[in-house]
């Protein structure tokens, strides 16, 4: 079979857990919009969350608790349209999933409307009444546990989950809760590495860390923390590249290009037949004797 005649195929939570099963780390990725959805998917990686991560990221809120359903669906309904392989996991937003109906209401939309393939919920035991409800009725949800940053207002503050005995045996209960609800998989987010891993050792299901150590069955990062988009990289993180450099030098030099004058260039700009705005302009080529004829992109190319 050729590599053309090759269909692509949506990786799917079956997928999911074959590379769990396999020994395969599952490298995650969150994304919001088309551009970096192809990208992400070109990289060959096989899950991106649509996180509401995308509140502070993208919409400049200062929580994830001030995010909507239509902004999430929006930004869900363009990274589908990115990506072609990568199973897309929609982030249910604050109160969307208050009551098990809401819940089957809301991502049942980000299945049927917005072309998502499962959905992540935070919470523990709090949650698994809704991820059963959900998974009972086809759709495959992500648990989440740890920090919850939909929580903030209650847990005051960004830290560490789990450090204390009582903490750590809550979060263990949370994380069996979640499986057993049916979850394909649980995303273990700022917990002490020795946790998670004890953790991730006692699950059937993939646990997906972020701030979390290497002992867990995958990793997921924010986008513009691992592209070095934003001023701001968490301690969790590691930049694989310098994006926020990349692009304030390009926008500069673009900027100094077109107050000097240099841009557009020949290359950049489109010319006409100059008989034919000679005679709009009613002059002849004599009038024009002395000039150097322009150059430009070829009349018969198409921008
Ligand atoms: O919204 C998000 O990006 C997330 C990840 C950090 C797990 O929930």
Sequence with gaps: ?????????????????????????IATVTAYDYPTAQLVDEAGIPLILVGDSLGQVMLGYDTTVRVSMEEMLH???AVVRGSNRALIVADMPFLSYATPEDALENSGRFLRDAGAQAVKIEGGIRSARTIETLV??????????????QAINTLGRVRVQGRSREQARVLLADALAVQEAGAFAIVLELLPGQLAEAVTERLRIPTIGIGA????????????????????????????????GVILEALRGYRADTEAGTFPG??????????????VLGRGAQDRAGETPAAGIPLDRDL
């Design 1 to 25: 079979m050729s590599a053309q005649s090759e269909t692509v195929r949506r990786t799917s939570v079956v997928d999911i857990a074959r590379l769990y099963a396999d020994g395969v780390r």
């Design 75 to 77: 930004h869900t309904k």
């Design 136 to 149: 009972r009725a086809g759709i495959p949800v992500m648990g989440h546990i740890g920090l919850t940053p």
């Design 213 to 244: 150590g290497a002992g867990c069955s995958g990793q997921i990062q924010v986008v513009t923390d691992l592209l070095g988009l934003g001023t701001w990289t968490p301690r969790h993180a590691r930049k694989y590249a310098d994006l926020h």
């Design 266 to 279: 020949n290359a950049e700009t489109v010319l006409m037949d100059q008989t034919v705005l000679d005679e």
